[in-house]
T-cell receptor
Framework: EPEVTQTPSHQVTQMGQEVILRCVPISNHLYFYWYRQILGQKVEFLVSFYNNEISEKSEIFDDQFSVERPDGSNFTLKIRSTKLEDSAMYFC??????????????FGPGTRLTVT | AQSVTQLDSQVPVFEEAPVELRCNYSSSVSVYLFWYVQYPNQGLQLLLKYLSGSTLVKGINGFEAEFNKSQTSFHLRKPSVHISDTAEYFCAVSDEGGSEKLVFGKGTKLTVNP
C-alpha cells in the first residue's frame, strides 16, 4: 500500500540553524500539507500546498518557514533560523488526485525536531 | 473557527472490555469528522470518517463512531478491545466546503491492560 515517508526521523539542531525536513508524498497525490505537534499539545496545521503554491497557511507559518516541491517526488519544509519553541514532531500529509482534492489526508510517520 | 475537545487524555481499560473515547466539536459551518490512530513510533492512520449520510460509521479494526449533530459529538466506540488497540487516538474536523486543514483534538491515550 502506498505511504507517505519522511526523513529524517529525528533531527537535532542548534538554535539559529536552518533545517530542512523532507517528505515523499503518495505518488499520484497533488495536495500536500505540514502539521506539527509540540509535546503534550494538539496536532496543529501549518500549511497546505497545491500546484506549486501555498493554498492556505496558519498564523504559525511565519516568514521563518517555507515549503517547496523541488522535484516530482519531494516536498520540503524549511525553517530558516530555528528557535527553541520549534521543537516538535512535524507531520507531512498528502491527499487528492487530479481534479479532486480528496477528503482523506494520508500522514507520514513524522520527524521529531529537537532545537537545543 | 473550529475546535475539537477530547475530554479524556488517558483511558485505561482491560482487554475484551468495551471502550468509548469522547469527542466534541464546535463549528459555525458543516464539517467532516475523522478519527485517527497513532501507534507508537508511527504516523497518523485514519480509523474512520463521517462525511454525510448515516450517522453511524464503521472503520477499521472493529471501531465505529456516531455523529450526533445536536450534541456536536463524534464519539468513538469498540465493543471489545485488544492489547493491540493500545495507541493514541485523535479526533479531527475539517470544513465541509472550504478550508483544507484538519483541526485536531489533543488526543486520548488508550491503554489496554491484560
Amino acid at each position: 500500500e502506498p505511504e507517505v515517508t519522511q526523513t529524517p526521523s529525528h533531527q537535532v539542531t542548534q538554535m539559529g540553524q536552518e533545517v530542512i525536513l523532507r517528505c515523499v508524498p503518495i505518488s499520484n497525490h497533488l495536495y500536500f500539507y505540514w502539521y506539527r505537534q509540540i509535546l503534550g499539545q494538539k496536532v496543529e496545521f501549518l500549511v497546505s500546498f497545491y500546484n506549486n503554491e501555498i493554498s492556505e497557511k496558519s498564523e504559525i507559518f511565519d516568514d521563518q518557514f517555507s515549503v517547496e516541491r523541488p522535484d516530482g517526488s519531494n516536498f520540503t519544509l524549511k525553517i530558516r533560523s530555528t528557535k527553541l519553541e520549534d521543537s516538535a514532531m512535524y507531520f507531512c500529509a498528502s491527499s487528492g488526485t487530479s481534479g479532486y482534492r480528496g477528503v482523506e489526508q494520508y500522514f507520514g510517520p513524522g520527524t521529531r525536531l529537537t532545537v537545543t | 473557527a473550529q475546535s475539537v475537545t477530547q475530554l479524556d487524555s488517558q483511558v485505561p481499560v482491560f482487554e475484551e472490555a468495551p471502550v468509548e473515547l469522547r469527542c466534541n466539536y464546535s463549528s459555525s459551518v458543516s464539517v467532516y469528522l475523522f478519527w485517527y490512530v497513532q501507534y507508537p513510533n508511527q504516523g497518523l492512520q485514519l480509523l474512520l470518517k463521517y462525511l454525510s449520510g448515516s450517522t453511524l460509521v464503521k472503520g477499521i479494526n472493529g471501531f465505529e463512531a456516531e455523529f450526533n449533530k445536536s450534541q456536536t459529538s463524534f464519539h468513538l466506540r469498540k465493543p471489545s478491545v485488544h492489547i493491540s488497540d493500545t495507541a493514541e487516538y485523535f479526533c479531527a474536523v475539517s470544513d465541509e466546503g472550504g478550508s483544507e486543514k484538519l483541526v485536531f483534538g489533543k488526543g486520548t491515550k488508550l491503554t489496554v491492560n491484560p
